[in-house]
DNA sequence: AACGCTATCAACCGCTCTCGC
DNA sequence: AGCGAGAGCGGTTGATAGCGT
């Protein structure tokens, strides 16, 4: 007893919106990162790890609240299949979007869809383009390279790509799932592929070349039947 | 109005990973 | 190679709001 440094009893529970602020201004400041000091310096009697937590899922810029759309609900479910509870990553594909939010909103509103009951139903349900992805998806990358995707210019013309490009271009910038799969708004009115089944499994073992550093195995061709 | 139940989600906990020494 | 500190991740908990009876 005599003569042990007491540690500080740090606050738990919710943040003030006062804590908020301090945090807030601390890391504008300071910049993100260390949050051991700024657990200590800052004046919070706030854990580095609830720090972190705060500021990355709630105070950092462009967070998004609020509802899901249905886009981003159908890219969750379509990213879970793939990567499972990977929340982190799933959440790398949406703007704005936390993993503890994604957790959150899969264990509360999409995990009851998903439960095993109705997994078999949908197993045993799947519609000819599920199976049809499926069976794509196991088709070698370079299978899909010579595919084409046609873009409708605003101008009314049609731009062909191969998908090679596509996907290089894929590569080259940090791809998110549902972003560069559009071209510049400005230079196209609309655009629509020959068969987006074909072109989704790509997609797919893109994210899956990312999580697993591999996306032709046996082991992701596993993991894309449930 | 009061109570109990359920759904939601912010926050915590424990573990793993990464990096510097 | 081994160790320790810090950061990150995923699972779980608990407060509370909302709803039904």
Redesign the pocket.
């Known amino acids: 007893m005599e003569g042990k440094e007491l540690k500080p009893r740090?606050?738990?529970?919710?943040?003030k919106p006062e804590e908020d602020l301090i945090l807030k201004k601390y890391v504008e400041t300071h910049g993100?990162?260390?949050?051991?000091?700024?657990s200590k310096k800052s004046g919070l009697m706030?854990?580095?790890?609830?720090c972190?937590?705060?500021w990355?899922?709630?105070l950092r810029p462009n967070i998004k609240?609020g509802m899901m759309s249905d886009d981003e609900k159908d890219l969750i479910i379509r990213l879970h299949k793939l990567?499972?509870?990977?929340?982190?990553?799933?959440?790398?594909r949406l703007p704005g979007r936390t993993?503890?939010?994604v957790?959150?909103?899969w264990?509360?509103?999409l995990n009851?869809r998903n439960s095993p009951r109705d997994k078999t139903v949908h197993v045993n349900s799947q519609t000819e383009k599920e199976q049809q992805f499926l069976l794509n998806s196991h088709v070698k990358q370079q299978d899909h390279l010579e595919k084409q995707i046609s873009v409708s210019t605003k101008g009314g013309e049609i731009d062909t790509f191969t998908i090679d490009s596509w996907v290089q271009n894929l590569k080259n910038v940090d791809y998110g799932i549902n972003i560069p799969l559009l071209p510049p708004e400005e230079e196209y009115s609309s655009i629509f592929f020959h068969n987006d089944d074909m072109f989704m499994p790509i997609l797919d073992n893109l994210v899956l070349l990312e999580a697993f550093g591999t996306n032709g195995d046996e082991t992701m061709q596993e993991s894309l039947f449930f």
């Open positions: 740090m606050k738990k529970g919710f943040w993100e990162g260390n949050w051991t000091a700024v706030r854990g580095a790890k609830s972190r937590l705060r990355k899922n709630y609240r990567l499972g509870n990977r929340w982190s990553l799933i959440a790398g993993d503890n939010e957790k959150n909103y264990n509360t509103h009851k």
